[in-house]
């Protein structure tokens, strides 16, 4: 079992939901990234997702759009963001990390050649955005010789052979979207949620199953733990962070706070 799927296991046991919380790699930079990381898994982030800054995004709200700007805007490459997280594993950080990129800066680099870096850097995972399961396999393949969880997803309008597809693919999680549009805080869950996780694990029985897109507070991520294995949080974290920059308080301080408050609603009650 990976690491990831380790996480999953352990929070089953403990009668709670994963907590899995994105952040942009380099947003502000790639020092508070350093910070961060480290910082999230001690305040109950069972796993990370570490984003690439891309310039053209197709899934990315707002809130996430600006963090790929102003990473970006420091300099912070998909190198740079191994690199980091290479640091960190040397140091003895040992939370699970999945790679959240589009395929552009991937295809740069070259497939064959990222599996090994993001490997030897100490990944755990990896999620393309925008590689849909039908073009996936090839890349799933390489990624898992190199002992790395492909995680793909699914989304309400999904059929069921897409769905039977992406969860053959994946390992350590199968992401479900939980809304059509892209990503960004919402104030209530989609109707029909319940229904679409029941959908899923229909199809997939063998992975755990997380949801994302728009879940912003702690009674959101409650409500999801009572649904699924996972709940991933995205866009309130890097708002948060962005909002204590700009109000100069410390980011990194700020979104483990957030993740505190967060983590303490995963119970499945």
């Known amino acids: 079992m990976s690491r990831i799927g380790r996480a999953f296991a352990k929070a089953k046991a403990s009668g709670r939901a994963a907590l ?6 380099g947003d502000p930079d790639l020092g508070a990234t350093k910070r961060l990381l480290p910082a999230l898994a001690e305040a109950g982030a069972d796993v990370i997702e570490l984003g690439i800054p891309f310039s053209d995004p197709l899934a990315d709200g707002p809130v996430i759009q600006r963090a790929s700007e102003r990473a970006l805007a420091s300099g912070t490459t998909l190198r740079g963001a191994l690199a980091i997280l290479a640091e960190l594993r040397a140091g003895g950080f040992s939370a699970p990390v999945v790679i959240f990129s589009y395929a552009n800066p991937i295809l740069a680099m070259g497939e064959a050649e990222f599996a090994h870096r993001a490997a030897r850097a100490g990944a755990d995972g990896v999620l393309v955005t925008d590689l849909p399961p039908e073009e996936g396999r090839a890349f799933a393949s390489i990624l898992k010789s190199a002992k790395l ?4 997803l699914v989304a309400p ?3 069921g052979e897409r769905i039977r597809r992406a969860g053959s693919l994946s390992r350590g999680f199968l992401y479900v ?17 319940a229904a679409l996780v029941t959908r899923v694990r229909e199809q997939v ?14 009674q959101q991520v409650g409500a999801v733990a009572a649904l699924a294995d996972g709940v991933v ?12 920059v700009k109000a100069g308080r410390d980011p990194v301080e700020t979104a483990a706070a ?11 009650g």
Do not use: C, H, N, Q
């Not at 979207?177 to 949620?193: D, F, H, Q, Y």
């Not at 029985?205 to 702690?218: D, N, Q, Y």
């Open 20 to 25: 899995v919380v994105f952040v942009e790699a």
């Open 157 to 159: 309008t999904s059929p």
């Open 258 to 268: 957030l993740v505190r408050a967060l983590a303490a609603a995963t119970t499945k």
């Open 205 to 218: 029985p063998r992975l755990p199953v997380a949801v994302g897109f728009g879940l912003s507070t702690p």
């Open 177 to 193: 979207v939980s809304r059509a549009g892209i990503t960004g805080a919402r104030t209530a869950l989609p109707e029909g949620l």
């Open 233 to 244: 949080v995205g866009s309130v974290l890097v708002a948060a962070m962005e909002e204590a």
């Open 149 to 152: 969880d492909p995680v793909y």
